[in-house]
């Protein structure tokens, strides 16, 4: 299930770093453990956005200027989800970078029929590779155009599902179909326009920081539809818990998409 969670504001023209999912990631670890449930303690198993809102570029980062700012937030599991509402709506104030985000409201998305074919975009940084302590491995390019890249991807998303544990391991045998198609077009003209798709980010991990390289770009994904939802509920790639790798479906109104979530 994924949700947008709605927060008023307090603060117009404070900042986050332009890629501040990791203090996201603070945030909602904090939460978790503070409620005391030990059956959430190290569940991995969500996948969440940046923060949405009316933003200014600085060298500071993103400026919000918005009254409200939006948090898309998913999970395949609803109970750990309405866990997680219950504990945050117990703060008057929650703190993000110099945002200062007060509570207000919860919407639920409609999920969209899913086939073996879905047009995805990233709508934070898709990462493929788990780094070592003092290690660059995490930092290198690998091209979404080849096979290497959609292989990657398939082994963490089946080693996820296995730990997810709602499949048996013939089920999960019969998973094979798995392919990534990046937008050709789209690849083209930010090497056109000397953009950049992937960056170098920071992850935290038990208080280590960690760089690796993300990449956002939109793709078709050739998969079982099993698979699909699997990976739209809870991302795509590593540290999807971290909000890394969350995903939407290209080309929707999500304008009427969403209904009032109440817990």
């Excluded at 504001?9 to 005391?36: C, D, T």
């Excluded at 993300?214 to 809870?234: C, D, M, R």
């Amino acid at each position: 299930m994924r949700i947008r969670i709605v927060f008023i504001l307090k603060n117009k023209g404070a900042n986050v770093p332009f890629h501040h999912q990791f203090l996201l990631a603070q945030l909602v670890k904090g939460i978790v453990i503070r409620g005391g449930n030990e059956k959430y303690r190290d569940f991995n198993h969500y996948n969440f956005s940046g923060l949405k809102g009316q933003t200014k570029i600085s060298r500071n980062g993103l400026h919000f200027f918005s009254s409200r700012v939006t948090l898309v937030f998913s999970s395949t599991d609803q109970e750990f989800i309405n866990y997680f509402l219950t504990e945050l709506f117990k703060f008057p104030t929650v703190e993000v970078g110099n945002l200062m985000l007060i509570p207000e409201a919860v919407e639920r998305e409609e999920t969209p029929a899913l086939t073996e074919e879905t047009k995805f975009i990233c709508i934070s940084p898709l990462v493929l590779i788990v780094p070592g302590f003092n290690d660059s491995h995490g930092k290198r390019f690998i091209s979404p155009e080849t096979e290497d890249f959609s292989d990657m991807l398939y082994e963490s998303t089946m080693g996820r599902l296995a730990d997810y544990g709602q499949y048996s391991t013939e089920e999960l045998a019969k998973f094979t179909k798995f392919q990534l198609v990046p937008d050709a077009n789209y690849l083209r003209k930010i090497k056109e326009t000397q953009k950049k798709f992937a960056r170098i980010y920071p992850v935290y991990d038990q208080d280590v920081k960690y760089e690796v390289r993300g990449y956002t770009f939109p793709f078709t994904l050739y998969a079982a539809k099993e698979v699909q939802e699997f990976v739209f509920h809870s991302g795509l790639g590593a540290f999807t818990h971290k909000g890394l790798g969350m995903l939407d479906i290209a080309n929707t109104d999500l304008t009427n998409r969403t209904v009032r979530y109440e817990w």
